[in-house]
């Protein structure tokens, strides 16, 4: 391996690696509540768009815990189903972002933010969150970290998803249904014809007067107060100091025909009032004086719905900028937080792995994940703990990194907080420079992902290959302690005495049967569950056979008789789907098999994945 | 002097406001003019022992002890709120729905005594952060509580210091925790499994680095040496040479239980593991044993036994210790339950404010999970709390208070302005109180105060305060003279309250009260409950749910079209759950079945009936359900809560349509026979028949290939009524 090189250090090298680490605890992040979002944002915006990659770590309000974490066993369906169910109970409370460049090969410069965040309901509609789970445990370790719940709580940042946010809009009435001219789909009818004719005369009658009036009044005072007193009398509406006319309409298609109608007008631009449910109302048709001035008024009003969206959208705004800049994104769990920003910011997680990975690449193109990299380095370490993985780093590799964060005077004292976007940045950098990869790559002025890095972008696998290629029978660097079997190989067992060993489970099953007399491994998965893993295949099926069949005798009716449970992979996979998550994972099995039962008709299509089967934690877990 | 740590990190808003309060309490001994803050005594884990023994002082001399609670949240789905179609039962599985999920943050607890010589009342208000942090660990999984952000956001508006919850809130076991902790703890340490469980940890570790083989071999000479140099010159110190002073610091010595022993300080949980491997293959005169104290964490020790019986002595020693340091640490966890305790345990009358829902949450925190029905939970609560008395009970239904109240609104702020306005105002000196006010006193740390500037609002506390001022009052309105009274039970059994104590409001839009003593519901005679009454009489078997249907659906068009099928005086009411579930009550029980029946047999059909027949305004969309009342309780009584109902009834795990109900005809009703489930149309048609026979004969003569929406055939419906 080429980083072992590395690993015969100087004591002058380490003395300046460990340098840098120290330096770490000087960095400083600059806040931002709801009373500096407006101007950071002003400031992320041109940061993002000088910036080579994007940094993102957030702070929720828990984690997955007991047999809701991830298992060694998941597969990425499964993975993904307790991510979904982990981003919609809880709550982003802190999002960090730093935008950085790289400059030369190991220095970089980073704009880091943190956003301080909180779900408050400004629009009184109950959005974008009605009620969240916090977990005390978490929270209390947050607390130990010093993290400021006041200032998240009174002064966060509110958001609303794009989904919520055409929500309220409709609900709000604010609606703006689109301006742009839908294609006739269906001839005009004969009534269709009346309709345009007698709008498009109705529209000449009242563009005429204005020219009469244009005509005659020459900026007389006099003149100017008899026309406002006409408007009066006559009931003209102004329209930002223009003349217009407002048109009730029942339907969509008469909308349509006076879109139509009006396409072509050089100084007429119709506008949509919008009713409750989406719909127009009414068509507000405005004279401008001509066609600058019509353009004009576009681009004012274009302006203006954009102010008003921000109301809207609030933090998403960030995320929204992130993503049209289509910059790769750095982060340390890309399963975790792509789940928890399409859930909080974009929509509802949709119901397969497959279509979350589409919809995410819609919004983010490139996510790498730092754990990837991380094991690409030949450590098992997870990077669930920034500091560690980078004082890991420090002590076993030489590849210094220069970090400069230009802000550093405009930031308040005694901040720190969200500096996890910043170690990350530095993590990839140090990555970056261990495993001899330029991070990014110019080609013709534009900067690209350094190709090295592609295969570990989006990767929303728990433990191995590629999400693109979820067959992908190829060994990865990190899987050579590991090793393959298929879903169908593996039985999940309950209902055994507890305190029993993994061991002790064992040797009770190879005396209970002649199907034990094969390769097969136990392994406890908590206190009440194990899993069972037939080395030759077919072996589970008959298993399963055996426990439910009549001729069932010996030490195994012995078992079953006092209460051990056995069912296949396939279950788990329900239970994960479903989400019937009880406490343990016994008793969650137990209630889908119940459920199942009730429905067996609903055959869903089956699927086999490939999970991993870890030999070094056969050894561990046996002593649990 | 009150002594209240600032969180390091506070906002400067918590820190001001935290601040006021210490100075508060630091002025109210002068009692100055300008008024300052209401004293109230703030306690967090730093303050919580010293404060508990004081707490229970106080409570054993008072007459009564006002609560209030703070909780994270009310409703865990917006269907799960307070409705006008909730019955009794329903109403309960809700308020235990919200007792389960929500934590509480903020616990005001306030004795009151009766002082003859002041001729006053002397409250003693507390407030304590609360917060379960699950220190004893290990049992079970994670605990996790909901947030309603509402809920927060209000808190927030009233300054609440989440901070101080957080990081200080004093943490609680209830009785059941506890009970369960004691279990594991002895079925552990009972068994020989768990002595073999710490050795065993070693035994499988395969030596793979070199690192670890230099260790292990490392680690054996110096013991060797040591065990050897013990050997030599028995008990004397400096008999290891070689050892660097490194090394000193990593194996202390030090004497064990009257054993020489080494104690193991810096090494990672590998290296540890390592060291318990080569103890136990190669000294069989050196034990590895772990000792938990209850001053320090954790400590591994090497001690040297003479021999087999010494050593298997020494282990048991060691297991025995462990066991008791381990029961203390539980007992250290059960914190804030200590004040719960104290409260069952004096039998002192309790005073709350609407405090239905703060009594179910006491009960789940700190003693254990809530029973089923409300009336196996009212006999348990009347077990550890004999008596309860509400004051929103007493001024709703005294006539007389009733008088009083009138016009005002029935919060406790409204209500304390209302009944103690010198309290409010916090400047009640003595010569304008009039006789028939109540004077009361407060005392924080040894000094009284009878003038301040009015509290925070929905700050326990303070609330806590205030309910008892409230509950003074209205005594002294009643006529009950404290004076006579020696003790709180007397004062609960007192003939004016008596039928006043233990009466609960279950549910406050209803005026369901229960009685704690008996389980049974007192129905709310008060005239403002009359008055309160919008809706006609609630039928719950003449009801029907439905949810799933699309959202635009209103009240009216679900009334109209289902009057379409059964006739207009079918449907009484129509009460929107969320925007996709609604009740129906039906005119009559047998209409329950019958309509269920249609929509099913509806539903099984796929022909232009299915289509053209008035329902399908209803169906549209093809997710809409229906059952009767039952299933409603059934879903209620799940532990999700999932935002709309119809996504709720889903993940309880509800897969069927429609849920057909018997019904066992009443012999003078014969007009509507009990129709059997044929599956096929005729007795949907038949029913249509009944409502509009001529139209639906046209309809079926309809050809199925003529495109109609049901837009279509409703707007038809619509025109022939207007004729």
Redesign the interface.
Known sequence: MAASLFRSLSPKKIHRSLFTTLSSSKWKVKQVTKHNFNDSFKELKTHISDSDFIAISMEK??SS??CHRLLPFDTAETAYFKARRCAE?F?VLQFAVCPFSVTHSNNLVAHPYNFLL????ELKL?MP????????????S??RQ?????????DGISYLSKAQESVAKIRLGTAFPSLRVMKSCSASTVADMVFVERIRSRIKHWRKTFENTSTSTSTSKDEELISSLRNIVLGNEQFRSRPCLTIDVCSERQVQLILEMLVDSSDILPLLAPGK?GTARAVRIVLANSKEDKDLLERELQNLEEEENKKFSGFREVIDLISASEKPVISHNCLNDCTLIHSKFIMPLPQEVDEFVNSMQMIFPKVLDMNYLMKEIGTSRKVSNLPNAVSYLNNHFFAPVDMEIPDQATVNEGKIHGLNALRLCYLFMKLCSILKISPSVAESGNKHLAPELEGFTNVFHPCSSNIQEPFNKDINVWTNNTRKVSCENVVFLWGFKF?QTASMLKSLLRASHDIFSGEFDVKLVDKSCAIVVFWEPGLSKNFLEVMSSEEISGDLKELVSDGMRVTCYETYKTMCRV?LWE?DLAESLERTLE?SQ??TE?GSVRKTYDIHWYNENV??M??L | MKTQKLPTLALSRALSRALSRALSSSTTSAASESGPAFPVKTVTTVNFEATLSELRHHVRASDFVAIDLEMTGVTSAPWRESLEFDRSDVRYLKVRDSAEKFAVVQFGVCPFRWDPSNRSFIAYPYNFYIFPRQEHTGSGPSYEFLCQTTSIDFLARYQFDFNACIHEGVSYLSREQEKEAITSLNSTYDSEWSDVYKLKNARDIPLVSMADILFTERMKNRFSEWRDGLLQEKYQENQIQGISEDSKQQLQVFFFKMHPALRLNGFTSHQLKLIQLVIRKHFKDLSYVCVSSEASDLQHIVVYTDSKDEHNLLLKEVKEENCRAAQMKIQAAVGFRHVIDLLSAEQKLIVGHNCFLDIAHVYSKFIGPLPVTPEEFVTSVNKYFPHIVDTKILFNTNLILQERMKGSRKSLASAFALFCPQIAAGSQSTDLGSPCHVKVDVEVDDSRSSSWNPGVKHEAGYDAFMTGCIFAQLCNDLGVDFKLHESSQQLALNEKLKKYVNHLYLSWLHGDIIDLNTGVKVADSSPSQSLKRRYPKIVFENIVIVWGFPSTLKASELRECISKVFGSTSVISVYHLDMTAAFIQFSKTELVSDFLLVKDTLERSDGPIAVLHPLAKLLEGGNTCAADYDTYKEICSSPVSERLFADQAKAFGIKWMTKLVEYDLAPQEEEHENPSVQGDLNTAVRFAEKAKPNTISQLRNDPPSKQVSSYGIADSYAAEANL
């Open positions: 309000t828990g815990s007991s109970r709550q909180f779900p408050r309901d109950g969150t009605y009620s969240f789970s916090c977990q005390t445990s978490y929270l209390a947050m607390a010093g993290f400021d719940f006041n200032a998240c709580i009174y449910g305190g989400g406490m459920s009730s429905d609903n050894i561990n046996d002593d």
